[in-house]
Every structure is written in C-alpha cells, then in structure tokens.
C-alpha cells in the first residue's frame, strides 16, 4: 500500500473513481457492494443531511469513497467510517492522514459493531442491498440517539419505509420506521448510476428520528405477529394479547374484521398501549 502513498499528496487529489483505480479493488459481490462515482450525485447525497458543521458523521461500507470525500468537504468534526472489506480499510487508513484528523477507519462488521462507542449524531450512507433492512432494524430501537439519517435502500425496500396503510408495500416495518421517525423519500438513482450496476433502482430516504416512549420489544413482537399473515384477521392474530382485542379494535373505530395492514401507524401505537396494559 506504502507504494501507492506517494499518489496522493493531499485530498484536493482524491476522487471515487482515481481511488478505485489507483488501488484496483473489484466490487466484492459477498459484501454487497456497487460503487457510486458521480460526483454530483454524491453531493446530492450528502447534501440531503443539510447542515453538517461541527457534526460526528458515521459511513458505513464506504468502498471508493464516493459519499466519503463529499463528507470530508464538509466542516464536520469527525467521520467514522465502518468497513468489513479489510482492502478498502487499509486503503483508507492510508488516506487518513490527508484529512487532518477528521477521519477515521474501522475495520468492523456494522451489523456487530456497537455506535454509541463512537455516539455519532448523523449516519450517512449507500447501504449495501443485503444488510440493509437488518442494520435500519438494528438501530430503529434506538434511533433517537441519531439527530438524522440519510441512507440508500433498493426502491422497493424503501417504499416500505414511507408506505401508507391498506397498501401492498405497508408492514412491521413500515410501522416501526415511521413511529420511530419522520421518513422521507428524497430521490431515485437508476441502476446505470452504479458500477458494477445492480439489477435494481435504488431511493435515498432521509429520517429525522423521534423520542418514544413505549417499549420496542414489546412494540415490535406484536408487530411481527400482526403482520405475519397478512390475510388474517387481526383479533385472531393478536388475541394473545388481550382477551379484549376486539373491544380495543372498536374503541379505535375498527371492525373486528379488520387487518392489519388498514391501521394506521399512530392506532397502532394506541393499540399497542392498550394491550401492553394487560400484559
């Protein structure tokens, strides 16, 4: 890597595309990885955070360092950046000291790595397709600890986070990412945007978390039971609950034929207050 050092002599130099081909590490479909070079569309990303000054950033997966170098010009304070791929980690413990502190490596799985050891405030990142849904669940319990997030999902993966109810895309997580926070759509970036291109399109979502107060296991067992046959009824599939699960179905103004997928995110946290009080 030493070898490579001398390239670059400070990070006006530095772009995505000169990275990857200075260092030569191919896309590692294991880990999920399509590189974004475009600069613009990087700044678009980073720009959806809004104002960054003096904010500890956290990237994960940032491979070229597309979305990288788009944060760094930013006055933040510092960005941590988690990466499992040991070849783009040791590429950018190489690159640190081009940054003047405010960079800093770890070379961890971000699906085991614990942030409030570096209690970031912003995550800004192009998550990789398949560890996406499972990293937003990991932080969902405890997302107020985040000011905001702006991320990149699959299309389809994200028009769960921001459906509606009594539609095909709405579900447990959709319940459990917009009580958790306001999640908003940004924009779509086809697949040819990304090398090597994905089969899918993919949509930056942003989210502004919010402070809860009901209990998350709680919240998201029974939300995993409501949904988990759709076409059932839903005083059948949550009478364990509570003995009077259609008396709470109809004090919210629903039918005891209703299903799951018709109430709405704020009933279901009423229902779920109702139920836990009987637990």
């Excluded at 971000?110 to 192009?126: D, H, T």
């Excluded at 009077?244 to 995110?265: M, P």
Aim: positive net charge; contains cysteine; hydrophobic residues 40%.
């Amino acid at each position: 890597m030493e070898k490579h050092q001398i390239l670059f002599h400070s990070s006006d130099q530095l772009s995505a595309k000169r990275i990857f081909d200075t260092f030569q590490n191919r896309a590692a479909k294991r880990f999920g990885q399509n590189f974004l070079f475009d600069t613009k569309i990087n700044h678009k990303i980073v720009s959806s955070a809004g104002d960054l000054t003096d904010k500890v950033v956290m990237e994960v997966g940032p491979g070229p360092g597309g979305l990288t170098l788009e944060i760094l010009k930013q006055p933040v304070k510092k960005l941590y950046i988690v990466e499992i791929d040991r070849r783009w980690a040791e590429v950018w413990r190489t690159l640190s000291g081009l940054f003047d502190g405010k960079l800093e490596v770890i070379e961890e799985d971000a699906l085991k790595f614990r942030e409030e050891k570096i209690a970031p405030q912003v995550i800004i990142s192009n998550l990789p397709y398949n560890i996406s849904t499972v990293l937003l669940t990991k932080w969902l319990k405890n997302f107020d600890q985040f000011e905001k997030l702006v991320l990149m999902f699959q299309k389809e993966v994200a028009e769960r986070l921001y459906a509606k109810p009594a539609t095909k895309s709405y579900g447990r997580l959709s319940v459990l990412t917009q009580w958790k926070s306001e999640v908003e759509k940004m924009f779509d970036l086809e697949s040819g945007c990304f090398s090597p291109p994905p089969k899918v399109k993919s949509t930056i979502v942003r989210f502004f978390p919010k402070k809860t107060t009901e209990d998350y296991d709680f919240f998201s067992a029974l939300l995993k039971d409501a949904f988990l046959h759709r076409r059932k009824l839903l005083a059948n599939t949550l009478r364990k609950y509570s003995e009077n699960i259609e008396e709470i179905l109809q004090i919210l103004g629903y039918s005891k034929t209703v299903r799951a997928e018709e109430i709405s995110v704020e009933d279901f946290r009423k229902l779920i207050l109702k139920c836990k009080v009987n637990n």
